[in-house]
């Protein structure tokens, strides 16, 4: 089972179903895009672009995103990490906040990925308690995906300051992601004490990155 390697970026490559790159012909193709580019691992959503990633080669983190009218959405029921698990993930993530789950509860499910699937959980939460608790559950990384995603606006930088603590409370390795936008932010999580970065939006979703420069270039 492959693991994330220590100071590495990961890229995440995702691209939801109202994305002109949508599909796992898309991802697969980012992945690969990422693998030349010194990426040490990749973040996907879902069975087919993690079949399609593989070729890329390096360890896949796979989620299962399943929108409803629930908040938690990130693999958010056992059936959805076992999806993830037999299309090829070497670690499953999942939301694992202290918000109610609409399925399993994140200590069942975290549980039942490392028993009965044999993956590495990769816990997304939101605060420290959050991560402290990812750990006691058997969580092998914790990250800082869903910080500032719990309610209220989304703030425009990374909580570097949670990756600190985490980075001082934690046993397991500290994962940051979320709003990474720049190399300098990037290289600010390692500085800051995380084992690896994740970038997502900044690197692999065009649409966004136009829709910063347009806003810089032609403001409304
Ligand atoms: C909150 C949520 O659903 N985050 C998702 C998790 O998989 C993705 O939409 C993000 O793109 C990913 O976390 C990387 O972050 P950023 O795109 O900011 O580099």
Not at 146 to 170: F, Y
Not at 197 to 215: D, L, Q, S
């Amino acid at each position: 089972m492959s693991a994330i390697p220590k100071g590495c970026l990961v890229v995440s490559c995702q691209a939801r179903v109202d994305n002109p790159l949508h599909g796992p012909q898309f991802m697969g193709a980012m992945a690969r895009a990422a693998a030349e580019g010194g990426a040490g691992a990749l973040r996907v959503n879902g069975p087919e672009d993690i079949a399609a990633a593989r070729e890329a080669g390096l360890p896949i983190i796979g989620i299962n995103k399943i929108f409803s009218d629930h908040p938690v959405y990130i693999t958010p029921s056992f059936e959805a990490a076992e999806a993830v698990a037999r299309a090829g993930a070497d670690i499953v993530a999942l939301d694992c906040t202290h918000r109610p789950h609409p399925c399993e509860a994140p200590e069942v499910l975290v549980r039942r990925i490392r028993e009965e699937l044999d993956r590495p959980v990769f816990a997304d939460i939101s605060t420290l308690e959050e991560g402290i608790a990812a750990e006691a559950m058997g969580a092998a990384y914790v990250a800082t995906t869903l910080a500032g995603h719990t309610g209220g606006p989304v703030p425009a930088l990374p909580d570097l300051a949670l990756i600190e603590a985490l980075a001082s409370r934690c046993t397991v390795p500290v994962v940051a992601e979320g709003r990474f936008n720049t190399p300098e932010l990037a290289r600010a999580a390692i500085d800051a004490g995380a084992h690896a970065v994740v970038v997502g939006t900044m690197i692999t979703n065009p649409r966004e990155i136009t829709r910063a420069f347009a806003a810089r270039v032609s403001p409304a």
